[in-house]
């Protein structure tokens, strides 16, 4: 699976929008674009997914460039309660894969009043 | 439905204790994960599962065990615990199914494990 990088960190005001950047500019044909959040101490949790069309669903929406290198996760009005660990993870389709996540670092996103 | 329930949730074991942590879903995924995450740290795959009876290593296999005898259930072992397997635990679930839509994976809400 390609590897993405993504910023240590970044502040948002609440009620603003978030826009989170991750590159994954060794990213192939048959791999998507995933992005988790862990809340402080909790397990991660399933935001979104795109391959080449941007996305939106209830939680955020996903931005892929049309080279397929790089992404944002925009976080439409941030509140308190999006303070959390954000991951940009890509991964292959492919079921012999057995459908493994490779978390990075991730975006540490500190939401403020 | 309870989701992804992981027993005990926080345990302390003394260098060379062996334990097995329990993971069960309710969902009725074909694929099980382990997970460990170090402080500060992203999570990294230990052992998965991709149905019952069989298991494979992930990124940091080494010093643990698991086992896949039932459907919903995922245990991890750690037959000598060493001060280096603090950690806390993640277990997670997903189908089987390869297209992105049903395959995300549930995350149980983590074992502190401590070794002195």
């Known amino acids: 699976d390609a590897k993405t990088t993504q910023p240590t960190s970044m502040d948002c005001a609440e009620g603003r929008a978030a826009n989170l950047p991750c590159n994954h500019s060794?990213?192939?044909?048959?791999?998507?674009v995933y992005w988790y959040r862990q809340i402080h101490s909790q397990g991660p949790q399933y935001i979104i997914h795109?391959?080449?069309n941007n996305e939106t669903n209830e939680m955020a929406s996903l931005i892929i460039t049309e080279d397929r290198k790089s992404s944002t996760l925009i976080l439409p009005h941030a509140t308190l309660r999006d303070t959390a660990v954000y991951y940009c993870i890509v991964r292959s389709t492919v079921k012999a894969a057995g459908n493994k996540l490779t978390f990075g670092g991730g975006t540490r996103v500190l939401v403020k009043p | 439905n309870a989701g992804v329930t992981q027993t005990p949730k926080f345990r302390v074991l003394k260098t060379g204790q062996s334990m097995t942590l329990l993971c069960a879903q309710d969902?009725?995924?074909?694929?099980m994960y382990w997970y460990r995450q170090d402080p500060g740290m992203g999570l990294r795959l230990i052992h998965y599962?991709?149905?019952?009876?069989?298991?494979a290593k992930g990124e940091v296999p080494d010093g643990y065990n698991v086992s896949r005898l039932k459907k919903q259930n995922f245990l991890l072992g750690l037959e000598s615990a060493a001060p280096s397997q603090t950690s806390v635990y993640f277990c997670?679930?997903?189908?089987?199914?390869?297209?992105?839509?049903?395959?995300?994976?549930?995350f149980g809400p983590g074992t502190r494990l401590t070794v002195l």
């Open positions: 060794t990213i192939s044909g048959n791999e998507y």
């Open positions: 795109g391959l080449k």
């Open positions: 969902m009725n995924h074909e694929y």
């Open positions: 997670a679930s997903s189908y089987s199914i390869a297209t992105p839509v049903q395959n995300e994976q549930f």
């Open positions: 599962s991709v149905g019952e009876g069989t298991t």
